[in-house]
């Protein structure tokens, strides 16, 4: 690899959106007088009766969780998207919409309100990957959804609302944009090497071992090559699988090791809870074969200096491209230093 | 226009970029349990010492700011792109990186550290369009420099670091993603119709005006239909300018006069100094005609229910499609109905 990369702003393609990052690796050591995040390291009760998450807690419409034990899921109170309403399309001129249907699901990863993934044995972060398998199949199968979006949102300055570990499902009848261009990206490729991009890719990164954080005998966990997200990172299977539903023998369970891994090796980076989003990308749900979709989870985590200072993505992001300031190898350093 | 889309969930176009946005009109009532944002009021000095932006003042690096009068433009201290880094590019298999020169700098728009644009009159602004209008032409007319991004961030929550009233500019070698985008969906069109995309949809918005904020004899300040911000809005000349060198007569004013209508407009809607990215996207300086190009300059403020909630674009965001409840329709009429 060259060293220019280390040293002189460039930008990296992003292989499965086709899109560009501009990289500043000079510019890491530019001081900070902006904005501090709040940070809370107060240790939560394993139960906190104002929660609506809580087992046995009443919700904000009056309906009252299970006393449940490990997974809950239910369909989301303020769901962004309904089974129910209706379709239409306006085509005016220039002004083009179409109705959306789709079902919003809300999943409880453990009935204990103090814990977070990166605190759950891999044993019980398995049940989390079978309950996901479970509604990628369920909700796929129905005809009114084409995809399946599992992700998570963690840590209040990822504008998740309550702390009790939980992530969403939202299910629904087209292609997101970021799925849409995953899915073109992967098509193409495939259509002219007649072999998964991802898998090809995770080859090479394999042979270099420049930015590989962790392996176990089917995941991958790696900074890949074009991260936005200073601390971003991507767990992908050894073997070409399409979705969830592809996991064979005990890839589960070894996926919710590559998790717990990746996770727990987070929380140590800046000694707090590691606030991130995260989510599957995966096939759609669209009743065809999608053999050029290789599933992978991304981890985007906003945290770049401390517990408290994060990394913006405003004004140049916004209006031109995604921009990072540490590389994506500088990056695989630290998080892999902290790996048990 | 179908009452639908103030009812049910659906994805409008955006046809600058091609991609999509989701909205949710039933889902505005949600309750909020997370995070608040900081919110100063705190009427700031007119000059502060410990500013790296007053006139007179020493920066980080050890240069001292003149005793400017009105606008001062210095080279970024800590600039993402430089123009003497060394060319190269990577192409090895699946990891392709280009190296990216540029000059970034900082534009300060007025010596009062207590401003904001909303607070100057329009004839302060216009030093500001001037100003832009120069380093468009200046920057524009190095070999290196393609392409020049001139962007705000205003407020702590948009990742501004200093409350002096200012802005920056980006220039580079290559188009950024979004310009990108934006480049190609207006040339197809123009290819097509022989006339410019945002010219065409600007006469439909004046038809409907049905997404109109504020017009003067050059300007329309409007809602785009695929608006994805709470209270984005978007200033679009009347006549076809490709950039702001194609201003004529007094157009620099009546786009100050624009700016300083909608900028005091929003302060109105939460009674705090509204926070917010703004961007000028403009023909690219690539040495070709560009006719295809309607300049504009796009607000995206994150204030969603209050000046201390804001809109998160996390998880669904990021992996899928943005996502917004309130409808642009509801947006416009709150925007106008503060327009003095
Ligand atoms: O250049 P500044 O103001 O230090 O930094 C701010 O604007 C930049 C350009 O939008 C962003 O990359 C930074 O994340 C943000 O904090
Ligand atoms: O659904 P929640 O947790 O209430 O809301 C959170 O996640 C959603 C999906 O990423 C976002 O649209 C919201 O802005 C965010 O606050």
Redesign the pocket.
Known sequence: MTTDLQDYSHKRLNILTGEWVLVSPHRAK?PWQ?QNEAVSNEKRPTYDPKCYLCAGNTRINGEQNPKYEDIYIFTNDFAALQSDSPSFSVEDGLLVAQSEQGICKVICFSPDHSKSLADMEPKDIEKVVQAWQHEYKTLGEKDLINYVQIFENKGAVMGCSNPHPHGQIWSQSTLPNEVDKKNTQQLNYFNKHKSSLLGDYLTQELEKQERIIYENDAFVVLVPFWAVWPFEAMIVPKQHRRHLLDLENNEPFLFAEAISVLTKAYDKIFNTSFPYSSGIHQAPTNGEDNTHWHMHMSFYPPLLRSATVK???????MFGSP?RDITAESAVKMIKALIA
Chains 1, 2 share one sequence.
């Not at 990394?311 to 992001?317: N, W």
């Open positions: 530019r902006g990394k913006f993505m405003v004004g140049y992001e921009q």
